[in-house]
């Protein structure tokens, strides 16, 4: 079974450009979610997909990160315009069922963003 | 709000001895689960164990198990026999049961070195 699947690996941009980030959850995983791990420390959850529509998105800055997953399967998260502070590592994970809390979540191997 | 708490930034272990690295957590919710990841270079966050609430029996997999004390909000992670591929960053993670948004709380980490 292929796993969760992000790209690009790396990605480095000037302050005030903008930058996309794809996933692809594992085939059939309803829950998809977006974590910003920035350095020294613990992921933070951005938002969280429940098939195409939104559960949870409280944590994410509005006024610049947007993300969509159209159909239900692929999401993108955008940054527009980039910080220096969104220098990160952004993960992305599934999990099966609907977002039932002993649901295991399998991460894939994230994005690290260098904003200069 | 619940927050998650490790308090080793970095431990050290010699090749098939034991470490425990620890965790505690703040929250007024009596129904929950603690995870504890792994996370090794390659950035992909793995599940180590998971540990519910309600359950007074400790959880073990393999050579990792956990001392769980629900009325201290301790969650701590035992490895035996460590091994080479045990080094990497650990996360104690949080999670709340019921219904809504079941996003992961993370701690800061431990990075674990394994001395040969």
């Known amino acids: 079974e292929a796993g969760v699947a992000q790209s690009p690996r790396y990605k480095i941009i000037e302050k005030r450009q903008s930058v996309a980030f794809w996933c692809n959850p594992i085939?059939?995983?309803?829950?998809l979610y977006w974590y910003q791990q920035i350095l020294g420390q613990g992921p933070k959850l951005l938002i969280q997909?429940?098939?195409?529509?939104?559960?949870?998105d409280s944590q994410l800055p509005k006024d610049r990160f947007s993300a969509e997953r159209l159909k239900g399967v692929d999401s993108t998260l955008k940054i527009q315009p980039a910080k220096l502070e969104d220098s990160a590592v952004y993960l992305c994970?599934?999990?099966?069922?609907?977002?039932?809390?002993?649901?295991?979540?399998?991460f894939g191997p994230g994005t690290r963003l260098t904003v200069l | 709000a619940q927050t998650v708490t490790q308090s080793q930034p970095e431990m050290s272990v010699q090749e098939a001895e034991t470490v425990t690295l620890s965790c505690t957590y703040d929250?007024?919710?009596?129904?929950?689960?603690l995870f504890w990841y792994k996370q090794p270079p390659s950035r992909q966050m793995i599940l180590v164990i998971r540990?519910?609430?309600?359950?007074?029996q400790n959880a073990t997999e393999n050579r990792f198990s956990v001392n769980f004390q629900k009325a201290a909000k301790s969650f701590s992670l035992k490895i035996s026999d460590s091994q080479l591929g045990d080094a990497a960053m650990y996360f104690c993670?949080?999670?709340?049961?019921?219904?809504?948004?079941?996003?992961?709380?993370f701690g800061k980490g431990t990075k674990l070195s394994v001395i040969p």
């Open positions: 994970a599934s999990s099966l069922k609907r977002a039932w809390a002993t649901d295991t979540q399998y």
């Open positions: 085939s059939g995983h309803a829950t």
């Open positions: 997909f429940q098939n195409n529509g939104v559960v949870d």
């Open positions: 929250t007024s919710e009596s129904d929950y689960y």
């Open positions: 540990q519910e609430a309600y359950k007074q």
């Open positions: 993670a949080y999670k709340v049961s019921g219904a809504g948004s079941y996003q992961l709380t």
